[in-house]
C-alpha cells in the first residue's frame, strides 16, 4: 500500500524565509562595514585638516618671531636718535614714555614686515589641500605687543580652525654703563658749545660773504662778520663764525637754521617768531628787541641780554652760562625749560615751565616759582647725560597659546 505526504509546499516557504534572513543579516553587516569605512575617511580628512592648520600655525609662528628678531637692532637705533635729540633739546622724558615708544615702534614695524609674508600655502599634488592664514590683528597692551590670528586646514570639505595669540612683552628700557647691568648711577654734561660742526668744502662765496647769500645754505666766516640789512625769513641755513656775530637788523621768522659763533653774538632788532632754530654762542648774546621762539634751543656761554620780551615757548629750551636780563616779560611754556648759571633779572616772569637759576632772581613773579639751585643740581636739570651710557632693552620671550576649533 502506498503513503502520500501532503505537505502542500511548508518546505518551499520555510527555505525561502531561512534564505531572506541571511540576506538580510549579511546587508546589514555590509552596510555597517560601509558605513565604518566612511566614518575612518571622514575621521582622516578631519585628523589631516588639524595637522595642516597646526602647519599654518607653525609658519606663521615662525614669521612673527623673524620679525621680531629682525626689527630689534632698528628699534634700539631709532630710540637712541629720539633720546640724543632730547638731551640736546634739554628735554627730561621719564623711562616709561621711552618703554611706550619701543612697543609703538616694534608694533608698527613688525605689521609692516608681516605684510608682506605669505598668508596660505596649496599641498603640491594634493588637490584641495591647504592652509590658510586670517584675521590676523598686532596690537599693544601696556608694555606687551599681542599678535592674534586664525589658521584654516582644509582638506577636501573639511575644515579645521585653530586660533592663536602671541605675547610678547618688552620688560625694560634703561641706561647702561657700556653695555652692561644697569648703572643706578648718573653723570651730567653742561653745553660744550660743539653740537653744530664747522662747514667744510663750500664754494668760494660762501667763506666770509659781505652778505648771507640765499644760494649758501652754509655760511663760513673766519673771524668776525657784521651783517647790516634784515634777515627776515632765513630758513635752512647753517652759519659758522670763528670769531664774533652782528646782526643788525631784525630777523623775524627765522626757522630750521643754526648759528654758531665762537665769540660773541649781537641781534640789533627783534626775533620774533622763531621756530626750529638752534644758537649756539659761546660769548655773550645781546638781542635789541624781543625774543620769540617755538621748538628751539638757545645755548649762551657768558651773559644774555633782551631789551624787550623773552618768550620760552613749545619745548624750547634756554641756557645761559653767566646772568640773564630781560627789560620786559620772561614767559616759559609749560613744555620749554630755561637755566641761568648766574643772576636773573627780568621786569616780570610767567613761568609755566621750568625754571632752574643759579644766583638771585629779580623781577614781579606772576605765575610759576623759579627753583634755586646748587652747581649739582644745575649739572643735572641743566645738562645732559653722560655720553657713555647706552640704551639697555630687554626684550621678552615670545609666548604662544592656542586654541582648537573643530
Known amino acids: 500500500m502506498r503513503h502520500f505526504k501532503n505537505e502542500k509546499g511548508y518546505a518551499l516557504v520555510t527555505v525561502l524565509l531561512i534564505m531572506v534572513v541571511f540576506m538580510v543579516i549579511s546587508l546589514s553587516f555590509m552596510s555597517q562595514s560601509f558605513t565604518s569605512v566612511k566614518q575612518n575617511k571622514v575621521v582622516e580628512k578631519n585628523n589631516q585638516s588639524v595637522a595642516l592648520a597646526e602647519m599654518g ?112 612683552p618688552i620688560k625694560d628700557v634703561g641706561l647702561t654703563e657700556g653695555g652692561g647691568e644697569s648703572d643706578t648711577s648718573t653723570t651730567y654734561s653742561l653745553p660744550d658749545f660743539t653740537h653744530i660742526k664747522k662747514p667744510s668744502d663750500l664754494a668760494g662765496k660762501c667763506k666770509n660773504p659781505p652778505l648771507i647769500y640765499d644760494s649758501c645754505s652754509e655760511i663760513l666766516v673766519d673771524g668776525s662778520a657784521s651783517f647790516s640789512q634784515n634777515h627776515n625769513q632765513l630758513e635752512n641755513k647753517l652759519i659758522y663764525t670763528t670769531g664774533a ?52 634751543n638757545v645755548q ?37 625749560k630755561m637755566c641761568v ?18 644766583g638771585s632772581v629779580n623781577g614781579k613773579i606772576k605765575s610759576g616759582e623759579p627753583v634755586k639751585v646748587n652747581q649739582t643740581d644745575f649739572e643735572k636739570y641743566c645738562g645732559t647725560l653722560d655720553s657713555s651710557k647706552d640704551l639697555s632693552i630687554k626684550w621678552g620671550e615670545i609666548k604662544n597659546n592656542i586654541e582648537y576649533s573643530y
Do not use: C, P
Request: charged residues 20%; proline residues 0%; without cysteine.
Open 245 to 296: 656775530l652782528q646782526l643788525t637788523g631784525n630777523a623775524n621768522n627765522m626757522s630750521h637754521t643754526q648759528i654758531h659763533t665762537e665769540g660773541s653774538m649781537s641781534l640789533g632788532k627783534n626775533m620774533n617768531g622763531a621756530e626750529d632754530i638752534f644758537l649756539e654762542v659761546k660769548g655773550a648774546l645781546s638781542v635789541g628787541g624781543q625774543l620769540r621762539m617755538d621748538r628751539s
Open 57 to 168: 600655525v607653525s609658519f606663521y609662528q615662525l614669521a612673527v618671531r623673524n620679525a621680531y628678531l629682525s626689527n630689534q637692532e632698528n628699534i634700539v637705533s631709532r630710540v637712541k636718535e629720539m633720546m640724543a635729540a632730547d638731551r640736546r633739546n634739554r628735554i627730561e622724558k621719564s623711562q616709561d614714555y621711552y618703554t611706550g615708544r619701543v612697543v609703538s615702534l616694534m608694533t608698527q614695524a613688525m605689521r609692516t614686515s608681516l605684510e608682506s609674508e605669505q598668508t596660505s600655502l596649496t599641498i603640491e599634488d594634493r588637490e584641495n589641500t591647504s592652509y590658510s592664514i586670517q584675521a590676523v590683528n598686532i596690537s599693544s597692551q601696556g608694555n606687551d605687543i599681542i599678535i592674534s590670528f586664525t589658521s584654516l586646514g582644509t582638506q577636501e570639505n573639511e575644515t579645521s580652525t585653530l586660533s592663536a595669540e602671541m605675547t610678547i
Open 341 to 358: 648759571g648766574g643772576d636773573l633779572n627780568a621786569d616780570q616772569l610767567d613761568i609755566d615751565g621750568k625754571l632752574y637759576v643759579k
Open 300 to 336: 649762551v656761554g657768558g651773559s644774555m641780554s633782551v631789551d624787550g620780551h623773552l618768550e620760552v615757548e613749545d619745548q624750547s629750551f634756554v641756557y645761559v652760562g653767566g646772568s640773564a636780563g630781560i627789560s620786559k616779560h620772561l614767559s616759559i611754556s609749560a613744555n620749554s
